[in-house]
């Protein structure tokens, strides 16, 4: 079975702070997806990464893909209050057609 | 709108009532996915759809749940005699295959009491 294990569960930070959420699974993934839920919406996607030890970049935001293809890491700096909500890791399940989610860290940012 | 639409937002029924949540995908997308969300979880497949294919079901927990897609539009879940642990937000996605980005609709949030 094909699990992904998010952690931490719940962080709770002080605007400015930098964090990281890891991804972690004993099998391996052709990619891995990060998404944020905001509460009432549905998740959106915020990148995928493919090849083992890509490391990606979206504004304060720095994505990992581990070199084995088993796990993934979310870097955010400088932490904002809208970087506040839920970050979710998936990958694609064996059949190649749904994605198999971790539970999500909850991220809270204060100002 | 250009999005993924889900009604109703919100569903509070009793125990053993039978529900239906409909999902309306982006224009054009062949692919269709519904998803449960429980309290603190993450999301758990519940079943796919592709075009004409025949679905995927291997996600439905029950022989409660099912769900139809008309051709390529609109698709509805149905939940029969419903169960308190059945109470969670149910999402739909849609995708143009090969592509793998899914968009998500708002869910539906339901409440069994």
């Known amino acids: 079975t094909q699990l992904l294990e998010q952690s931490p569960q719940f962080l709770s930070i002080q605007e400015g702070e930098n964090l990281t959420v890891y991804c972690n699974s004993s099998?391996?993934?052709?990619?891995l997806q990060w998404y944020r839920q905001e509460p009432g919406e549905g998740p959106v996607l915020l990148v995928t990464?493919?090849?083992?030890?890509e490391v990606k970049k979206l504004k304060r935001l720095t994505f990992q893909f581990g070199d084995a293809r088993k796990d993934s890491s979310l870097h955010i700096t400088a932490a904002q209050p809208g970087d506040t909500g839920l970050y979710l890791c998936?990958?694609?399940?064996?059949?190649?057609?749904?994605?198999?989610f971790g539970k999500g860290t909850t991220l809270s940012v204060s100002s | 709108g250009a999005g993924v639409s889900q009604s109703p937002s919100n569903k509070v029924t009793e125990k053993g009532k039978d529900v239906e949540l409909r999902c309306d995908p982006i224009?054009?997308?062949?692919?269709l996915y519904w998803y449960r969300q429980r309290l603190g979880q993450g999301l758990e497949f519940l079943i796919y759809?592709?075009?004409?294919?025949?679905?995927?079901k291997s996600g439905l927990p029950s022989d409660r749940f099912s769900a139809e897609r008309t051709g390529e539009s609109v698709s509805t879940l149905t939940i029969q005699r419903t169960q308190q642990e059945d109470s969670a937000v149910y999402l739909c996605?849609?995708?143009?295959?090969?592509?793998?980005?899914?968009?998500f609709g708002p869910g539906t949030r339901l409440t069994v009491l």
């Open positions: 998936a990958g694609e399940d064996q059949a190649g057609t749904a994605l198999i």
């Open positions: 099998s391996v993934f052709s990619s």
């Open positions: 990464v493919v090849t083992g030890g």
């Open positions: 224009s054009g997308h062949t692919a």
């Open positions: 759809f592709q075009g004409n294919s025949a679905p995927d």
């Open positions: 996605a849609s995708a143009t295959p090969p592509a793998d980005t899914q968009y």
